[in-house]
């Protein structure tokens, strides 16, 4: 028999914490709501979910603050809601932590979209690096992919820059993954932000520009982890227009 899954609502409004409750119920979870930011985090780390829904304006500690301590112990697929949808906190919401941020009010259609989306991606997250170093054997180990020092191991869930492990939300772990994979062919942010969601071109897919602002916030966040910037890439280099490729060799 296969095991329910988790999920964990935090929300402070009756009426939209029964409506995402509902929706991932349908999905086929078991949900536990919280209506503040220490019930919520005390409920994941109990629980261990899969999946976590975190409103961003909540009595007592807000949304940003919970994502931030949520991260810190959980690999959990974070999805933060706020009516607030300016670009600065779209920013704060993925910095802390989030994999996605939706503003309300939202269609449930495209949050179980983006629900089933991320179940068709591996559930493991690259958490904080372990403060012994990696045995050398393991980098040794098949999988391994690497430009320029820059290592990456897809079905170890590792990235190494000059044999150091990186702390990467899933998110930024799956892009700069696809870049490796991509080599000097140039990937849009339509590109990137249907991969996030599982998704590949067909023609009629639509892609907002929440979501394409989305891969730029995860881009600045990886190239800022990586140590590099956009004006002096040494992994990672912007194509003006068309979106982002692998330095050359």
């Known amino acids: ?19 995402l409750a509902t929706v991932l119920e349908q999905a086929g979870f078991v949900v536990h709501t919280a209506s503040t930011g220490l019930h ?10 899969l999946v976590t829904t975190l409103d961003v304006n909540m009595p007592g500690m807000d949304g940003f603050e919970t994502a931030r301590r949520i991260r810190a112990i959980s690999p959990t697929y974070l999805v933060m809601l706020s009516a607030r949808g300016e670009e600065i906190d779209t920013l704060q919401g ?8 939706i503003t309300k ?53 590792i990235a190494t820059v000059d044999g150091s ?15 490796l994979a991509s080599g000097r062919r140039v ?13 590949r071109h067909s023609g009629v897919e639509f892609v907002s520009e929440s979501d394409a602002r989305a891969i730029e916030v995860h881009m600045a966040n990886l ?26 060799g």
């Open 105 to 157: 009010p939202f269609r449930t259609r495209e949050l179980r979209a983006r629900i089933d989306a991320m179940l068709r991606r591996p559930r493991n997250h690259v958490l904080a690096p372990d403060p012994d170093p990696m045995p050398a054997a393991a980098t040794d180990a098949p999988g391994w992919v690497e430009h320029r020092g820059l290592r990456l191991n897809r079905l170890m869930r």
């Open 40 to 49: 919520g985090l005390n409920l994941v780390r109990e629980q261990n979910p």
């Open 94 to 101: 993925l910095e802390a932590g989030a994999d996605d941020y």
């Open 187 to 199: 990937l849009g942010k339509s590109d990137l932000a249907l991969m996030l969601r599982g998704e």
């Open 165 to 179: 492990e990186l702390e990467l939300t899933r998110s930024e772990f799956e892009i700069l993954a696809a870049l």
């Open 1 to 19: 028999m296969q095991e329910a899954r988790s999920a964990v609502v935090i929300e402070d409004d009756d009426d939209i914490c029964a409506l």
């Open 223 to 248: 190239r800022r982890k990586l140590g590099e910037t956009a004006s002096r890439p040494r992994w990672i280099e912007t194509v003006r227009g068309v979106g982002y490729r692998l330095t050359a």
